[in-house]
T-cell receptor, first 114, second 114 residues
Framework: DQQVKQNSPSLSVQEGRISILNCDYTNSMFDYFLWYKKYPAEGPTFLIS?????DKNEDGRFTVFLNKSAKHLSLHIVPSQPGDSAVYFCAASAAGGGADGLTFGKGTHLIIQP | KAGVTQTPRYLIKTRGQQVTLSCSPISGHRSVSWYQQTPGQGLQFLFE???????NKGNFPGRFSGRQFSNSRSEMNVSTLELGDSALYLCASSLAAYPGNTIYFGEGSWLTVV
């Protein structure tokens, strides 16, 4: 049973436009969410995170929105650039020591078209 | 500062053999966790160590084990290798083992079992 779901395996966006990547979760104990970017043959690179006490966090071109009632978060990239082409993973962790590790979605492959 | 370092980067083993992978966390980080990435299952949590103690373990068989040394460096071992163990093994470190601490990944060790 997937607790973190990224329902779009791939997404194609034109350069300069907005990329919106979505993530849904089922475990109401999750209270910290992260987005990672991964190139082939490399480890995931941390992008941005959000705590459940917030509904928005922004860092440069990246903004993460959290809707707790819908158990949904999204990552917005504006404007999209060719270097943004990668696989994006949504991850979540729960309170209580955080020793359960991160639970990851299966990723969305973002392709930025020139 | 140096990131998470994993060795070896690539290795090929035969079924039934055992393998040891090594991880040096970011300086000052005391929590080290391990993840397995496969095309079918995505990123899955193996285990997490903090101050030389295993704090939690994911849903993997006992053939998968690990340890952490006093300098926070960690090793993971897989015994009696199976074909299905072929995967990218990722080590990650964070300052401490509770939510709100960003986890930083190494580039991974690619294991192929033949």
């Amino acid at each position: 049973d997937q607790q973190v779901k990224q329902n779009s395996p791939s997404l194609s966006v034109q350069e300069g436009r907005i990329s919106i990547l979505n993530c849904d979760y089922t475990n109401s104990m999750f209270d910290y969410f992260l987005w990672y970017k991964k190139y082939p043959a490399e480890g995931p690179t941390f992008l941005i995170s959000i705590s459940s006490i917030k509904d928005k966090n922004e860092d440069g071109r990246f903004t993460v929105f959290l809707n707790k009632s819908a158990k949904h978060l999204s990552l917005h990239i504006v404007p999209s650039q060719p270097g943004d082409s990668a696989v994006y993973f949504c991850a979540a962790s729960a309170a209580g020591g955080g020793a359960d590790g991160l639970t990851f979605g299966k990723g969305t492959h973002l392709i930025i078209q020139p | 500062k140096a990131g998470v370092t994993q060795t070896p980067r690539y290795l090929i083993k035969t079924r039934g053999q055992q393998v040891t992978l090594s991880c040096s966390p970011i300086s000052g980080h005391r929590s080290v966790s391990w993840y397995q990435q496969t095309p079918g299952q995505g990123l899955q949590f193996l285990f997490e160590y903090f101050s030389e103690t295993q704090r939690n373990k994911g849903n993997f068989p006992g053939r998968f084990s690990g340890r952490q040394f006093s300098n926070s460096r960690s090793e993971m071992n897989v015994s009696t290798l199976e074909l299905g163990d072929s995967a990218l093994y990722l080590c990650a470190s964070s300052l401490a083992a509770y939510p709100g601490n960003t986890i930083y990944f190494g580039e991974g060790s690619w294991l192929t079992v033949v």
